[in-house]
């Protein structure tokens, strides 16, 4: 089992539309949880942290589930500028600092 | 510069030749990175540095080697290329190791080795 899971997707939504992608990680010990979004042929970029109590940004809220394992991202009426891919990246302490990136859910707004 | 700034954008490099990839941050930020990005693979850490003068090795160090001489400059080096070197690599920085504030990236390497 990989150590962070995303649904590729895509996720094809209408403009207006709320999208939700979820991502589960299997280390108990994960510390630090983030969002990044990355354009096609881009770097990724930092979109939100996700702490404990969820957090809101906007039209984007990210959630922490540590029971379960998983972290969501929600985004409200989704614009076409939203399209991307969306990593999602778990912190760990292991020896050393680490960033352990998903593999990324690609989400389409559609006009 | 502002930023990271990697060097160079694209290349195309024959198998067995040497390569360097240059990658210069202005932010003072302590610890740099570099992952390599492959479709289906995701983000990858190649090796890291947590300071200047030290380095370490990440989940794919092999075929390549770093340095980091000063706070600003983390190159990497690929000895001998090959063709599963082929990918793009991205350079990070963050101002301590596991910064909760997360990484800045550079923009990138498209590596092509034929």
């Known amino acids: 089992r990989k150590e962070v899971e995303q649904d590729p997707g895509p996720f094809n939504v209408p403009e207006g539309a709320t999208v939700a992608f979820n991502c589960t990680y299997s280390n108990s010990a994960s510390q630090s949880f983030f969002w990044y979004r990355q354009d096609c042929r881009k770097e990724p970029k930092l979109l939100m942290s996700?702490?404990?109590s969820g957090n809101e940004d906007g039209r984007f809220t990210a959630q922490l589930n540590r029971a379960s394992q998983y972290i969501s991202l929600l985004i409200r009426d989704s614009k076409l500028s939203d399209s991307a891919t969306y990593l999602c990246v778990v912190n760990r302490v292991s020896g050393t600092y680490k960033y352990i990136f998903g593999t990324g859910t690609r989400l389409k707004v559609l006009a | 510069i502002a930023g990271i700034t990697q060097a160079p954008t694209s290349q195309i490099l024959a198998a067995g030749r040497r390569m360097t990839l240059r990658c210069t941050q202005d932010m003072r930020h302590n610890a740099m990175y570099w992952y390599r990005q492959d479709l289906g693979l995701g983000l990858r850490l190649i090796h890291y540095?947590?300071?200047?003068?030290?380095?370490g090795k990440g989940e794919v160090p092999d075929g390549y080697s770093v340095s980091r001489a000063n706070t600003d400059d983390f190159p990497l080096t690929l000895a001998s290329a090959v063709p599963s070197q082929t990918s793009v690599y991205f350079c990070a920085s963050s101002d301590f190791p596991g910064d909760n504030y997360g990484y800045t990236f550079g923009s990138g390497t498209r590596l092509t080795v034929v």
């Open positions: 996700v702490y404990s």
């Open positions: 540095s947590n300071t200047a003068g030290t380095t």
